[in-house]
């Protein structure tokens, strides 16, 4: 009877999550894709590249794995001086069409706190395997055109390169600056975290921008607020 009951709230979180079904992106029509659901009761497209399975949508959820909330931190001065898990929605906008399409913006902390913002069988990727993604693609340099989203719908202008070959389907949904509010790059960039942490600060990411067709590896404070793409264990 308690599995039973567990399973029917579980059930009911599914059926009335506000974002499912509600993106605007735009997939690779020519491949296979699988779903998961989050410990929220989000689902999503998922992608099978090389030897990786990988989410193809942006992680929105708002709890760790064990039921705990990631606070929504909202308040300009209190964002760039956090040492614990938050997330933010760009320009904290709240229609569920947009948070349902790019997601919602984490820090490195959440990307990295042992409560695990993944769901069981997940886990945020580290950063030697995002380079496993990219070499499998043929190496940074070109990898960023075979996972953007093709088009024009989100990124602007001439979206450089993008044919999302991989189905990977990455979206330019910006980020928060690790200073004091500044909210950047709708449209223009996609910035996902790794779980690898680099010194006391930072944590490793990748970037893609609507100028280029690389996957450009680096580092940032990890009170900055990016996307995060999950990989399967």
Not at 92 to 107: E, K, V
Not at 139 to 156: D, N, P, Q
Not at 180 to 193: G, K, P, Q, V
Not at 202 to 208: I, K, R, S, T
Request: net charge negative; with cysteine; hydrophobic share 30%.
């Amino acid at each position: 009877m308690v599995i039973s009951g567990c399973k029917k709230d579980q059930d009911k979180s599914i059926s009335s999550n506000p974002f499912n079904d509600k993106t605007t992106a735009v997939f690779n029509t020519n491949l296979v894709y699988g779903t998961m659901t989050d410990q929220e009761g989000n689902i999503y497209k998922t992608i099978t590249i090389g030897t990786q399975t990988w989410m193809a949508e942006n992680l929105r959820t708002t709890k760790y794995r064990n039921g705990d909330s990631i606070p929504n931190i909202t308040d300009n001065y209190a964002w760039p001086r956090l040492t614990s898990g938050a997330y933010c929605n760009y320009q904290h906008r709240n229609n569920p069409d947009s948070i349902a399409t790019y997601g919602r913006l984490y820090n490195a902390y959440a990307a990295s706190d042992i409560r695990n913002i993944a769901p069981e069988g997940w886990h945020v990727p580290t950063d030697e395997e995002f380079t496993v993604l990219t070499t499998f693609l043929g190496g940074g340099s070109v990898a960023g055109g075979k996972m953007k989203e093709t088009g024009t719908s989100h990124w602007i202008i001439q979206n450089e390169g993008a044919t999302n070959e991989s189905g990977f389907t990455a979206l330019p949904a910006g980020y928060r600056a690790h200073s004091d509010e500044i909210f950047t790059d709708l449209h223009f960039a996609s910035s996902y975290w790794s779980n690898t942490l680099i010194e006391t600060d930072f944590a490793a990411n990748h970037l893609l921008y609507n100028y280029s067709d690389d996957c450009v590896s680096s580092t940032y404070y990890m009170w900055g607020g990016f996307s995060i793409r999950l990989i399967k264990d």
